[in-house]
């Protein structure tokens, strides 16, 4: 994984953060009509995206009423033909599905951004084929902000944050052998701070339990 710091890019990601969990925070406070409100204008414009920019999508949308009121019509499309149409599946025509299988083949590159703008993670395959999942900063955004707003044990007593800046180091013991999202989210996050990076370390999940013990004391 590249670990070069790049300071321009992490203060857009908080800014992009910050502007999500004001978003997300907002209408927790306004309640469910705020919420349901928030959910439709988003629905709207991932509908319109999904319509405009995805081949895929827009062949599902050819018989189906316009924005939101024509969800309900829409034909669903499973992992297995989104995997299989993948360049006609994204809306972005910069993404190809063969380049991001030798992306993915690189255990090095993993928390690092494809096109220098997508992160990327894979599902396990349990079901027989790997998804394979592109984000762009925005969504990246919204997720961690719902993860740090709404998660009923992040107070700010007790918020990964909160202890990083007293000092304290975190480990996360998970697989470390794909993309897989756990791995990605986690050496993203540390990419965007040596701060961040210097109180973090992961384990691999199949490490021998005395090396893991070793590992996590030291």
């Known amino acids: 994984m590249n670990l ?8 857009s990601r908080w800014l992009r953060w910050g502007g999500a969990a004001h978003e997300v925070w907002q209408a927790g406070l306004g309640g469910g009509d705020t919420i349901a409100h928030l959910r439709a204008r988003r629905l709207a414009a ?32 499973g992992k297995a033909e989104l995997m ?8 972005d025509p910069a993404i190809h599905h ?6 993915l083949a690189d255990p ?4 690092d951004d494809y096109l220098g703008r997508y992160t990327v993670w894979t599902s396990s395959g349990s079901t027989g084929r ?3 999942f592109v984000q762009d900063a925005q969504a990246l955004a919204v997720y961690d902000a719902l993860s740090s707003i709404r998660c009923p044990s992040l107070t700010v007593a007790t918020s990964p944050l909160h202890h990083l800046s007293a000092g304290h180091r975190f480990a996360m013991v998970l697989a470390l052998g794909g993309h897989f999202a756990g791995v990605v989210s986690w050496e993203r996050q540390r990419a965007a701070s040596p701060w961040v990076r210097s109180l973090t370390r992961s384990f691999s999940v199949l490490e021998p339990i005395d090396a893991l013990v070793e590992g996590l004391n030291e």
Do not use: N
């Open 98 to 103: 063969d380049e991001l299988a030798s992306f």
């Open 108 to 111: 090095g590159r993993i928390g």
């Open 84 to 91: 299989a149409r993948f360049d006609d599946w994204v809306t």
């Open 130 to 132: 790997p998804g394979v």
């Open 4 to 11: 070069s710091f790049d300071p321009v890019d992490a203060l």
């Open 46 to 77: 991932l509908l319109e995206t999904a319509r405009t920019s995805s081949p895929a999508y827009r062949s599902r949308f050819a018989a189906a009423p316009p924005g939101v009121a024509g969800f309900v019509h829409l034909e669903p499309i």
